[in-house]
């Protein structure tokens, strides 16, 4: 069950430069998020979702207004901490994937792990262990171009958890998916929620995808207008 | 590891650019290589030079002569321990394309400051008991097919008419840079020639070759000889053989300069090239980059991977480079040996082939590099779609 708020989003504002012009994109959003919530962030193409899902995740940077995850003020970090920051509590699920096509799928699962202190045998562990959480024991040594598309999403799901992270942040994550590999993806990412109580915040505009979340948020035009 | 297997495998990702790109630095070290050991052979009687070695030469020029009489006055400066004296023949074989370095000198002074050029016992003797025989080096001997008891006649070109010798010893080097082209035979024989045809030219040396006890006194029995002839018909000039050997390669420095400039801009066309493949290596990897800088990975790690990229094409084409310049340095030394008589690829060159390889690489990563530190995350991202 959800807890008190993991992430905390105040008075948000983010816009683009657009040649000269200055175009807004995120008008002042204030929401929080419990801890092992699983949100989905819906709306069309432009309405901001994918800029205020990069905010949280710390990949962009705010105008004004104030992110905390886990207590730690996110606008306030480096790039360098920042980076760290990321390695340690947020995992990425990405649309097309973004595997490292030359490594193995074991090797895209275990390369966020050089990042910590772990031994050699701990990573694997992990690995091995992410892998099988998400039922691709049996591919760990094809490469991304070996694997369907499912299953490519299934190691980047792998990856995201194989560090344990604060939050996972997805975006898109079935819009590259036929229906049924679509429909293990949320199956995988609902059990993540509910077995691993994995926070998760994605990003979508199919509402198929969005009804596996518990919370629905529309963004239209940069403003946070509904919540169900 | 995986980072160091992700390292190799980007560097041949793109196999056929890869290829062309090694190819380039392996053609681009092979010149730098070639043209740097070219300069070398240029200084190989430099490098060859003895520091207890002294020249003495008229002071007006090297084509004025000096007196043979100098000799003993020589002899007794302190320090010196022996003296010897050469002429320039300059004669040729046949034609005048067959050129190689002659000199009349007097035999045994020349042996026995010349210990780098090796000669058996028996050969030695042999020359010194013959006064129509000569010594040969073992590239020309080998160029003209001579044996020891070949009669070879060679045309003056200094000293006009056709000149008879007996070959009584073919010597080899005792290092790389010893010079195994030389014709040397006895001054006596020339000088008797000489005091029938052209008696003012008799009794008369090119230079003198004096050896020093140390290279300690070298410069003060310089000082004193030079003295000693001062204000005489001929003055002399007295100066270390590496010095001597210099004021001949000064003639020809703006050759060498020109050499070493076109030898460094081949690096930097390839360091052109080179960097070329980086900016597009890590132009169609943006996004990859994006990627792992999302997963927590900062600009120092992207720094390494892309440095290292470079340095493993770069290293792969400048081991090649060094690989050819072994046998194109052969091939090119054989069939220009009248030119070059050393022409041999230094251990100083094979240094500077890795450190031109090694500056390539740097400089072709600085640019990706700072492209990729600087990499926003959100718009490489978006650069994946």
């Known amino acids: 069950m959800p807890g008190g708020p993991i992430v905390e989003i105040r008075n948000l504002k983010k816009s683009y430069r657009r040649g000269s012009q200055i175009v807004p994109v995120l008008e002042n959003i204030t929401f929080d998020i419990a801890k092992g919530e699983f949100i989905a962030l819906m709306g069309p193409s432009g309405s901001g979702k994918s800029t205020l899902l990069n905010l949280i995740a710390g990949i962009d940077r705010v105008d004004s207004g104030g992110i905390w995850v886990g207590g730690v003020d996110v606008t306030s970090l480096s790039e360098t901490d920042l980076a760290s920051w990321r390695a340690v509590n947020v995992g990425f699920i990405f649309q097309f994937y973004n595997l490292i096509p030359v490594l193995t799928a074991f090797e895209n699962v275990e390369l966020p792990l050089l990042l910590t202190g772990l031994s050699k045998k ?75 109580g994995k926070t998760i915040i994605m990003v979508t505009h199919d509402p198929r995808a969005a009804e596996k979340a518990r919370i629905i948020k529309h963004l239209e035009k940069g403003v946070l207008n509904d919540s169900s | 590891m995986i980072l160091l297997k992700l390292l190799f495998k980007n560097a041949f990702r793109h196999k056929l650019r890869t290829s062309l790109t090694v190819l380039g630095i392996t053609i681009a070290i092979l010149a730098f290589g070639m043209l740097r050991t070219v300069v070398g052979a240029w200084y190989a009687g430099v490098e060859a030079s003895s520091s207890t070695r002294l020249i003495t030469r008229n002071a007006v020029s090297l084509v004025f002569f000096l007196p043979l009489s100098y000799k003993e006055k020589i002899l007794q400066v302190p320090g010196v321990k022996e003296v010897g004296y050469s002429y320039w023949f300059g004669g040729v074989y046949i034609s005048e394309k067959n050129f190689f370095p002659s000199f009349a000198t007097e035999a045994k002074a020349a042996l026995d400051l010349f210990p780098e050029f090796v000669l058996p016992e028996s050969e ?262």
């Open chain 2, 124 to 385: 030695k003797n042999a020359f010194l008991r013959d006064r129509k025989s000569a010594v040969v080096g073992r590239k020309t001997a080998k160029r003209f097919g001579w044996k020891k008891g070949d009669i070879v006649t060679l045309k003056g070109t200094i000293f006009p008419g056709n000149w008879e010798f007996v070959i009584r010893g073919i010597y080899r080097g005792a290092q790389k840079s010893t010079d195994e082209t030389q014709f040397i035979f006895h001054w006596n024989y020339l000088n008797e020639s000489l005091k029938k045809t052209a008696p003012y030219r008799a009794d008369k040396v090119g230079w003198f070759l004096v050896g020093v006890k140390s290279p300690n006194v070298a410069a003060d029995v310089a000082v004193a000889i030079d003295k000693m002839f001062k204000n005489s018909l001929a003055e002399t000039i007295t100066e270390t053989e590496k010095a001597f050997q210099l004021s001949f390669i000064s003639m020809t420095e703006a050759i060498v300069v020109v050499i070493q400039l076109v030898s460094i801009i081949v690096i930097i066309i390839i360091m052109v090239v080179m960097a070329n493949t980086m900016a597009m290596t890590v132009r169609e990897r943006t996004g990859e980059y994006a990627i792992m800088k999302t997963l927590g990975f900062g600009g120092w790690h992207m720094a390494g991977l892309i440095f290292g990229e470079s340095l493993v094409i770069a290293t792969l084409g400048s081991l090649l480079g060094i690989a050819f310049t072994f046998p194109a340095a052969k091939a090119f030394g054989d069939s220009l040996s009248q030119f070059f008589p050393v022409f041999v690829v230094s251990e100083r060159t094979i240094y500077k082939d890795m450190a031109a390889g090694f500056i390539v690489a740097v400089v072709a990563a600085v640019f990706p590099i700072w492209r990729a530190i600087k990499l926003k995350v959100a718009d490489g991202l978006r650069s994946i779609g």
């Open chain 1, 122 to 196: 701990e990573r694997r562990d992990h690995a091995e262990m992410a892998l099988q959480v998400v039922n691709l024991s049996d591919r760990m040594d094809h490469y991304p171009s070996e694997l369907s598309g499912g299953q490519q999403q299934r190691v980047a799901i792998a990856r995201a958890v194989v560090t344990d992270p604060t939050i996972l942040v997805a975006d898109e994550p079935t819009g590259d998916l036929d229906r049924v590999s679509a429909a293990d993806v949320l199956d995988l990412m609902g059990r993540l929620n509910i077995e691993l």
